[in-house]
């Protein structure tokens, strides 16, 4: 069977020939955070830094950021620490990622975890990938030239659609497998066999929200407040409100007429940002945007509705007890005041991911997560941060998802 | 003016500033009558224009968006008074429109399409040949618009044939006799765009068939025609060409608002006719666009009294060309209609959209 390979070499290969050179390990592999690694690693953000194309994109400048060698270096650190007396981490072996269609980066992040503790990999990329994986591509292929022979035999990213027998035929022989992409692509590719002994990680459909503190808001300066607006837009528009970490609702804790007066001056600030970064709907999301809120009242306890403009709708709940996950995207905001932060007790869900927070303390949403006790969320960062890839991720750690211990007494 | 003072007014005889003026009593009233009768309805106009109570120009009323009519029942009368549900004919898994009717509502309908059908076909009703499958109707239980389409059109003809069978085959024989029987009389075609073009335009294309004296009216959209690259001209000239048929009229018309029918023109623009208006919307802003500017298609009508239809957003692309001055001396507003919304994909972690409009 024929496939489009992107990675190393653009051209149509034997999947076959693929899978074989894959599980060859005659030529040696590569041991966790190696040198040829890391080295790797640290071109490929310099070049996509220098890369001209990748310059218009601010995730594309956010991948090689955070691929830097300072945050290497970091992350070697942090695996040092997964080593115990008795315990000696070891790569899984080949990992296949599935990532999704509509974030551009998010195969990067899967790949960076499993490579880094020195996993071969293979990717699969929807033929529906936009321009930023052809260039992440592009880039990669042209540092690989520079790269030892170990490296250049360790990842393969193949281009194909549903193809359930190319899917099974990678299953067969991953012992990793990583499924991004919601809960229909998460129980479409689950249908297909993985051998026993391959461990599986899902990312299915998720949804994020957002508190703040209503008295701090108020006390800040403009300057201050314009600063939170500016976050808040990173947040929730950068992937038209659809990355699963985006805040979908936003609860305001304080006395309800100060809220009330806090979400007025956000919401301007929010509105101004959004006309200042220049973004836009087309007619359908606009469409589909007007359709979603009408529903929303007629299903929902919706007070009213602010449509500042139609990049920014607000929907006001009177209650979350029941709060529905439906979301359409595109700069849509549930928001609904509340005393305080204990009202996430009775909100939160399992299919909860993302907690953004302004105006708290560290202490106090790790008090909140201790509280919760594992009903949902599994991030909880300052609002800013909703978008930022780390290591721990939808209650994985990935780092640690990647490596098996090697008990030695 | 009532509605039945309106009807017996030649269609496209009314100067736009005095149709408006009835239009703006009469969707006013029936802003009122769903606001007390449906309270899905209600609730909207409360939430999206909580300040509003009666409009002072057209562009003012409450607008529905049509894909509630996929998601709830919306409903202004009691249960026991539905004469009839009518479903738009969407394919299979995906949601279809439910559209309550009543006898009076079904009953504007009809009159209504009457009026604006004679209008093109003239007074008496003539042999007509259906670009049908005779097997669309036999099955009552199921009634989908499409159906419900074709029934309503066979009133305007008579001696009715169906061109295809139970498989889409052009019945040639039967097309013949037909032609043979009419002897170089006029007659009426109806069939939907896309049927007309796959099931008997592209069979006949190569043969002499003269139906030229025929009057074609046809709809149902362009979506499929579209990605075969055919427009309205096209279609109008190939069939001039190969079969001499000159008369050709497209219309627009929703499951939604059965019965207002925007028909072609002589001009080839539609026509709204007296019991209903069109409205272009920046779907930027939602005000709205000038004249010239295509944008979001909201459609009025006074016809619908038992379900909230009076005034509904559709998912169409259209453009007004004029008002009061099109040749031809019909008075209102014309317009094209430039197809449905293209659907964008929105980036995001799930490559399913699960709230993403239907259809």
Same mark, same amino acid.
């Given at each position: 069977?024929?496939?489009?390979?992107?990675?190393?070499?653009?051209?149509?290969?034997?999947?076959?020939?693929?899978?074989?050179?894959? %599980?060859?390990?005659?030529?040696?592999?590569?041991?966790?955070?190696?040198?040829?690694?890391?080295?790797?690693? &640290?071109?490929?953000?310099?070049?996509?830094?220098?890369? &001209?194309?990748?310059?218009?994109?601010?995730?594309?400048?956010?991948?090689?950021?955070?691929?830097?060698?300072?945050?290497?270096?970091?992350?070697?650190?942090? =695996?040092?620490?997964?080593?115990?007396?008795?315990?000696?981490?070891?790569?899984?072996?080949?990992?296949?990622?599935?990532?999704?269609?509509?974030?551009?980066?998010?195969?990067?992040?899967?790949?960076?975890?499993?490579?880094? $503790?020195?996993?071969?990999?293979?990717?699969?990329?929807?033929? %529906?990938?936009? !321009?930023?994986?052809?260039?992440?591509?592009?880039?990669?292929? *042209?540092?690989?030239?520079?790269?030892?022979?170990?490296?250049?035999?360790?990842? $393969?990213?193949? %281009?194909?659609?549903?193809?359930?027998?190319?899917?099974?035929?990678?299953?067969?022989?991953?012992?990793?497998?990583?499924?991004?992409?919601?809960?229909?692509? $998460?129980?479409?590719?689950?249908?297909?066999?993985?051998?026993?002994?391959?461990?599986?990680? &899902?990312?299915?459909?998720r949804y994020s929200l957002s508190v703040a503190r209503t008295a701090r808001y108020l006390a800040l300066d403009?300057?201050k407040r314009?600063e939170v607006a500016?976050q808040f837009?990173?947040d929730t528009?950068?992937?038209? !409100?659809? &990355?699963?970490s985006s805040p979908r609702l936003l609860i305001w804790c304080g006395e309800r007429e100060e809220s009330s007066k806090a979400s007025a001056m956000f919401l301007q600030d929010l509105?101004?940002?959004? !006309?200042? %970064?220049?973004?836009?709907?087309?007619?359908?999301?606009?469409?589909?945007? =007007?359709? =979603?809120?009408?529903?929303?009242?007629?299903?929902q306890p919706v007070a009213s509705?602010r449509?500042?403009?139609? !990049?920014?709708?607000v929907a006001q709940l009177e209650n979350i007890r029941h709060l529905d996950r439906?979301?359409?995207?595109?700069?849509?905001l549930f928001q609904y005041y509340a005393e305080g932060i204990d009202v996430l007790g009775q909100v939160v869900a399992r299919k909860d991911q993302t907690l953004t927070y302004f105006g708290f303390e560290p202490a106090e949403m790790a008090a909140l997560a201790k509280l919760l006790n594992g009903r949902g969320i599994d991030r909880i960062v300052p609002m800013g941060k909703a978008?930022?890839?780390?290591?721990?991720?939808?209650?994985?750690?990935?780092?640690?998802?990647?490596?098996?211990?090697?008990?030695? *007494? | 003016?009532?509605?039945?003072?309106?009807?017996?007014?030649?269609?496209?005889?009314?100067?736009?500033?005095?149709?408006?003026?009835?239009?703006?009593?009469?969707?006013?009233?029936?802003?009122?009558?769903?606001?007390?009768? #449906?309270?899905?309805?209600?609730?909207?106009?409360?939430?999206?224009?909580?300040?509003?109570?009666?409009?002072?120009?057209?562009?003012?009323?409450?607008?529905?968006?049509?894909?509630?009519?996929?998601?709830?029942?919306? #409903?202004?009368?009691?249960?026991?008074?539905?004469?009839?549900?009518?479903?738009? /004919?969407?394919?299979?898994?995906?949601?279809?429109?439910?559209?309550?009717?009543?006898?009076?509502?079904?009953?504007?309908? /009809? +009159?209504?399409?009457?009026?604006?059908?004679?209008?093109?076909?003239?007074?008496?009703?003539?042999?007509?040949?259906?670009?049908?499958?005779?097997?669309?109707?036999?099955?009552?239980?199921?009634? /989908? +618009?499409?159906?419900?389409?074709?029934?309503?059109?066979?009133?305007?003809?008579?001696?009715?044939?169906?061109?295809?069978?139970?498989?889409?085959?052009?019945?040639?024989?039967?097309?013949?006799?037909?032609?043979?029987?009419?002897?170089?009389?006029?007659?009426?075609?109806?069939?939907?765009?896309?049927?007309?073009?796959?099931?008997?335009?592209?069979?006949?294309?190569?043969?002499?068939?003269?139906?030229?004296?025929?009057?074609?009216?046809?709809?149902?959209?362009?979506?499929?025609?579209?990605?075969?690259?055919? /427009?309205?001209?096209?279609?109008?000239?190939?069939?001039?060409?190969?079969?001499?048929?000159?008369?050709?009229?497209?219309?627009?018309?929703?499951?939604?608002?059965?019965?207002?029918?925007?028909?072609?023109?002589?001009?080839?623009?539609?026509?709204?006719?007296?019991?209903?208006?069109?409205?272009?919307?920046?779907?930027?802003?939602?005000?709205?666009?000038?004249?010239?500017?295509?944008?979001?298609?909201?459609?009025?009508?006074?016809?619908?009294?038992?379900?909230?239809?009076?005034?509904?957003?559709?998912?169409?692309?259209?453009?007004?060309?004029?008002?009061?001055?099109?040749?031809?001396?019909?008075?209102?507003?014309?317009?094209?209609?430039?197809?449905?919304?293209?659907?964008?994909?929105?980036?995001? #972690?799930?490559?399913?959209?699960?709230?993403?409009?239907?259809?």
């Amino acid at each position: 069977m024929k496939v489009q390979q992107l990675v190393p070499r653009a051209e149509e290969v034997e999947l076959d020939d693929i899978l074989a050179g894959l %599980r060859d390990i005659s030529g040696g592999t590569l041991s966790p955070l190696a040198p040829e690694i890391l080295e790797f690693c &640290a071109n490929f953000s310099r070049a996509l830094f220098k890369d &001209a194309e990748a310059k218009k994109f601010p995730e594309l400048q956010a991948l090689a950021f955070w691929m830097r060698k300072s945050e290497l270096e970091r992350l070697r650190q942090e =695996f040092d620490r997964l080593k115990t007396k008795n315990t000696l981490p070891v790569p899984r072996g080949l990992v296949f990622h599935v990532p999704p269609a509509n974030v551009d980066t998010i195969f990067m992040y899967s790949w960076i975890m499993s490579v880094l $503790v020195g996993n071969r990999n293979i990717l699969r990329i929807s033929p %529906r990938a936009a !321009q930023q994986t052809t260039i992440i591509c592009k880039v990669f292929n *042209e540092c690989l030239e520079a790269a030892g022979d170990v490296m250049r035999r360790n990842t $393969v990213m193949i %281009r194909y659609g549903h193809e359930q027998e190319i899917t099974a035929a990678i299953s067969a022989v991953a012992d990793v497998r990583v499924i991004w992409g919601g809960d229909a692509s $998460v129980n479409n590719i689950r249908a297909v066999r993985i051998p026993p002994h391959c461990k599986e990680l &899902a990312f299915p459909d998720r949804y994020s929200l957002s508190v703040a503190r209503t008295a701090r808001y108020l006390a800040l300066d403009e300057a201050k407040r314009k600063e939170v607006a500016a976050q808040f837009y990173n947040d929730t528009y950068w992937f038209d !409100q659809m &990355a699963c970490s985006s805040p979908r609702l936003l609860i305001w804790c304080g006395e309800r007429e100060e809220s009330s007066k806090a979400s007025a001056m956000f919401l301007q600030d929010l509105h101004e940002e959004v !006309q200042r %970064r220049g973004y836009t709907l087309d007619a359908s999301g606009s469409m589909n945007k =007007f359709t =979603f809120l009408s529903r929303a009242i007629l299903d929902q306890p919706v007070a009213s509705t602010r449509r500042v403009d139609n !990049q920014l709708t607000v929907a006001q709940l009177e209650n979350i007890r029941h709060l529905d996950r439906d979301h359409c995207g595109g700069g849509f905001l549930f928001q609904y005041y509340a005393e305080g932060i204990d009202v996430l007790g009775q909100v939160v869900a399992r299919k909860d991911q993302t907690l953004t927070y302004f105006g708290f303390e560290p202490a106090e949403m790790a008090a909140l997560a201790k509280l919760l006790n594992g009903r949902g969320i599994d991030r909880i960062v300052p609002m800013g941060k909703a978008l930022t890839f780390n290591r721990y991720w939808d209650g994985y750690d990935l780092m640690a998802e990647m490596i098996r211990h090697v008990y030695v *007494e | 003016m009532k509605f039945d003072d309106l009807l017996k007014l030649p269609q496209y005889s009314l100067p736009y500033a005095e149709k408006e003026r009835i239009l703006l009593d009469g969707l006013n009233e029936l802003d009122e009558h769903h606001r007390r009768n #449906c309270p899905e309805y209600n609730r909207l106009v409360s939430v999206l224009w909580p300040d509003y109570r009666k409009a002072e120009t057209l562009a003012d009323l409450p607008y529905l968006a049509v894909g509630l009519f996929k998601s709830h029942r919306l #409903c202004s009368i009691p249960k026991e008074n539905i004469f009839k549900t009518l479903t738009s /004919s969407g394919t299979t898994g995906q949601a279809v429109s439910q559209i309550f009717l009543d006898v009076e509502t079904a009953q504007r309908q /009809s +009159a209504a399409l009457s009026r604006i059908m004679t209008h093109t076909l003239g007074p008496n009703r003539l042999p007509m040949i259906l670009v049908e499958s005779s097997a669309l109707l036999k099955d009552r239980a199921r009634f /989908s +618009a499409r159906a419900a389409g074709v029934l309503g059109m066979m009133t305007f003809g008579r001696d009715h044939f169906y061109a295809l069978d139970e498989k889409m085959e052009l019945d040639e024989k039967g097309l013949q006799a037909f032609l043979e029987k009419v002897n170089g009389k006029p007659f009426f075609m109806f069939g939907f765009t896309f049927m007309i073009w796959q099931y008997l335009y592209q069979r006949i294309a190569d043969r002499s068939v003269d139906l030229s004296q025929g009057i074609m009216v046809h709809g149902g959209g362009w979506k499929k025609l579209q990605e075969l690259a055919v /427009s309205n001209d096209e279609f109008k000239r190939k069939l001039r060409e190969k079969t001499g048929l000159s008369r050709i009229y497209n219309f627009y018309g929703l499951v939604e608002q059965v019965g207002s029918i925007y028909v072609e023109g002589e001009n080839g623009y539609l026509f709204a006719p007296n019991y209903a208006d069109v409205i272009v919307r920046d779907p930027l802003t939602w005000e709205p666009a000038p004249m010239g500017t295509p944008g979001v298609l909201q459609v009025l009508s006074l016809l619908p009294l038992s379900y909230p239809g009076h005034s509904v957003l559709t998912e169409d692309l259209g453009i007004i060309h004029g008002i009061d001055d099109a040749a031809g001396g019909r008075f209102g507003k014309y317009f094209s209609v430039l197809g449905r919304i293209p659907k964008a994909e929105l980036r995001g #972690c799930s490559d399913v959209h699960a709230s993403q409009v239907s259809g």
